[in-house]
Every structure is written in C-alpha cells, then in structure tokens.
C-alpha cells in the first residue's frame, strides 16, 4: 500500500522507526533526520532578510513548503514532511484576545514568526479578555488551516505549533521582567491569567485537530518529526531564568493539565535552561525533549550523554553538526535512544550513504 504523502515515499518504514523511538524508547538505536541546503531555503533568504516583515500570504507560504518538501523526497532519513505554522506562533494567543500582531521573517529556515507588544497596561484591563472567534486573528487561523488542509493532501502533512500558556501567556499581557514582579505582587491575578490561557491554548489546539488532520494515528511534529496520538508542543521557557523551584511552584500543574488533556506532549528545552531538566523528566505526559542550542553554551550534542541520563531514559531529539556527528559514527561514539538533526550534509548522495549506516547502528 502507497504511503498517504507522497514526498515521503517509505514513509511506513520512517513511522515504524520513529513509533518505536518514541513507545518503546531503545536505548541501542540511533535516529536521524538530514538536513540539507535546498534551493527554497536561498530564494526565501533571498527575499526575506532577517526581521519584521510584512503579513504573510498564505498561498506563498503553501508555495515555501510545497517546493522545500518536493526537493527533500529524495533524501530517505527518518524525517516526515509537514508545514510548521510559524504565523501561528505567539502573535496567534495574543491576536484572538485583541493583541497588535507583529511578523518577523526567518531566512535561516523559512519561518515568518509572530509576536505582540504587551497586552495590558495594568491588571484592571484584563477583564475585556475573550476569545473571540469572529476576530480578524481566528479567521486567519481558519483560512491558514483550510488552505493548508487542502494544499497539503497527499503530499505533506501539517506540524503542530506551539502552546502559549502559563507564563508564556502572561509574558503576552506585561513582558518578561513585570511578570516575573507580578508572581510577587499579584499571585492570584496570575493565576487567573493561567486559567485563561489554559481556556484559551485548549480551543487553539483543539480547533487544530479537528482541522489538521492525524497521520496514521500520530501528530507531524517540527521537533519530533511525528508521534503517536493528538500531541501538544509546549514551551518552559519562562523558568529557563527561575530556580526549579518557581518551576514546580508555577509552571508543573498548568504544564501537566494540558498534556493531560491531549495525549501528552513534547517540550524544548534552551541552553539556559539545563538546569530543568530532572525536573522536567518527571513531567506526567511528557513524550520527548527536544534540546536546543544557543549561543555562549555548549552545544546540547557535545553533552549528550549526561543530558540524556539526566532525562531518564526519555526520547531526546537535538542538531548535531555534520562533522562531528560523522566523526561519532565512524568512532562508534553516539548516544543511542537519539533523533539527531545533523545541520549542513552536503548533499542527498551523502545523506542516504549516511542513513545506511545509521539504520545499522546499534550502540
């Protein structure tokens, strides 16, 4: 039987290799997604220099990942192809409640993201907040979905996108810095702003699944690649700068509540953000870390082992660059349990010769 997508053409064997990393957690495999430059990448950099830009059109972004995903057919890793919504970022939660939307172009990976100034002056403001289905921002998600929707059948599935609630909800209404005061100065108010946002989070997710629909039983994931079941991606990033204390004050319950409320999640976890990590390995519902890197801290891959054995035994997902991921295969040296974006592979020959040795690989 044919695979649904067809810029994915063994894509069951793909599904099977990433439904047993992420059920069955082998700690003696290793996984792979290859990335390679691609000729909708430079035209979109070309376009597009890094910062504010303009709303996007919706058939253009269709066009974006429709010629990305026709070029990497070719390369057979462990990737699936789906569409990351990035106009769907935090300017979404913020627009459906009346926010000031604003666009920023990414030309390192495609992405026009969105954010908003703060919302709210004061706590006396927040009483007008709604959701409000008829505004100009859900009818823009509609039409993303719908043109999506039809654009993507048959070809490439749809990623789901972030969750903005808990504190990244209330970072929307003041801004970082006030929020971290407004945890001192008004704690009720902020929970009543997470109750919110819980409200607010679950009729997003909620109206995408019911518009996006599953591949084979499993979410399309910008950081897992796909997973089985209605898969949630949520963000800790407010406690990357707290101790694991505020952590399991503030940002536990609302975390586990919506995970709870799909069939888990996944999580990303920044470079200032490490000291989480036993911490959030605990989380009920928790399918998967992804570990980013950033700058002035050591890549998430040359820590690898002891950040895996910090979480538990739960699937990790990271970018490795080319060399040194080629010079860990060929020393026999990689973490097994692993998804290894490997960033700059020279080509498609160079990719498939790569995912030979790593379908091999047995730690």
């Known amino acids: 039987m044919d695979f649904p997508l067809d810029y ?5 064997a793909r599904l099977e290799r990433l ?17 390679v430059e691609t000729n909708a990448l430079r035209k979109f950099a070309a376009k597009y ?4 830009t303009e709303r996007p059109h919706l058939e253009e972004r269709v066009a974006f990942w429709d010629e990305l995903y026709a070029e990497r057919a070719g390369i057979h890793d462990d990737s699936i192809p789906s569409a990351y ?4 970022d935090q300017g979404l939660y913020g627009g459906i409640v009346g926010g000031e939307v604003q666009f920023m172009a990414h030309p390192e990976n495609g992405w026009i993201s969105s954010m908003l100034p703060p919302l709210l002056k004061d706590w006396s403001e927040f009483p007008k907040l709604a959701i409000n289905h008829q505004g100009a921002w859900y009818g823009f998600y509609l039409q993303e979905l719908e043109q999506f929707r039809k654009a ?11 969750l903005i609630d808990g504190l990244n909800f209330v970072f929307e209404l003041f801004g970082a810095t006030q929020t971290y005061l407004e945890l001192m100065d008004n704690p ?10 819980y409200q607010l989070n679950v009729d997003v997710q909620r109206t995408f699944f019911q518009q996006a629909p599953l591949l084979e ?21 407010p406690f990357h700068m707290t101790s694991v204390d505020y952590f399991e004050a503030w940002g536990r319950e609302p975390v586990e509540r919506i995970l709870g409320t799909f069939d888990g999640g996944v999580v990303h976890i920044h470079g200032n953000g490490r000291h989480l990590l036993e911490a959030v390995a605990t989380i009920h519902g928790l399918k998967a870390v992804f570990l980013a890197d950033d700058l002035h801290f050591p890549s998430a891959f040359s820590l690898l082992p002891e950040l895996k054995r910090r979480l538990q035994g739960l699937p990790v997902v990271l970018n490795a660059d080319f060399p040194d991921f080629v010079a860990a295969l060929e020393s026999h040296q990689l973490t097994g ?20 040795r790593v379908r091999e690989y047995v730690v």
């Not at 994915?8 to 069951?12: E, F, L, M």
């Not at 220099?49 to 504010?52: A, D, Q, S, T």
């Not at 039983?217 to 990033?237: F, L």
Request: net charge negative; hydrophobic share 40%.
């Open 152 to 162: 993507s059948a048959g070809k490439f599935g749809i990623s789901h996108f972030i």
């Open 188 to 197: 009720g108010k902020v929970r009543e702003a997470i109750e919110f946002a």
């Open 8 to 12: 994915c053409p063994d894509g069951w």
């Open 217 to 237: 039983g499993g979410t399309c994931s910008n950081m897992v690649e796909w997973i089985p079941g209605r898969i949630v991606s949520e963000s800790v990033d």
């Open 49 to 52: 220099p890094p910062g504010y």
């Open 337 to 356: 349990g692993v998804l290894y974006k490997v960033q700059h592979v020279p080509d498609a020959g160079v990719a498939n010769h790569l995912m030979d």
């Open 19 to 35: 439904r047993s990393l992420f059920t069955e957690r082998p700690l003696d495999r290793i996984y792979a997604r290859m990335e």
């Open 85 to 88: 919504l990035s106009e769907m």
